[in-house]
Nanobody, 124 residues
Framework: QVQLVESGGGLVHPGGSLRLSCSVS????????IGWFHQAPGEEREGIAS????????YYSDSVEGRFTISRDTAKTTVYLQMNDLKPEDTGVYYC?????????????????WGQGTQVTVSS
């Protein structure tokens, strides 16, 4: 059974940075992807970044490319989301998820296992 646990959320000022972590336990097969999703208050959940479990390739949504970086540790047990130049619209709950997804799509339907989420608030 795959389990994911997010951490690292909190309150940050606009323009600040935060790094989220996603601890992954259980066996991931080849061509699985780990994705980060953002759900703003009152909005639908949106995929923002993904990384391949197989080769570490990455993909970003237009809304975060250039500001956020997804990466993983060498043991492939933790995936990070480094968030820079944070804006108030980045406020919300951030989830990590995984599923069979060789093309690194940011569609929720491609992800079978989800964490519980971590809250990020960007406010002055």
């Amino acid at each position: 059974q795959v389990q994911l646990v997010e951490s690292g959320g909190g309150l940050v000022h606009p323009g600040g940075s935060l790094r989220l972590s996603c601890s992954v336990s259980g066996k991931l097969l080849d061509y699985y992807a780990i994705g980060w999703f953002h759900q703003a208050p009152g909005e639908e959940r949106e995929g923002i970044a993904s990384i391949s479990h197989t080769d570490g390739s990455t993909y970003y949504s237009d809304s975060v490319e250039g500001r956020f970086t997804i990466s993983r540790d060498t043991a492939k047990t933790t995936v990070y989301l480094q968030m820079n130049d944070l804006k108030p619209e980045d406020t919300g709950v951030y989830y990590c998820a995984t599923g069979y997804n060789p093309a690194l799509r940011l569609w929720e339907k491609m992800y079978n296992y989800w964490g519980q989420g971590t809250q990020v608030t960007v406010s002055s």
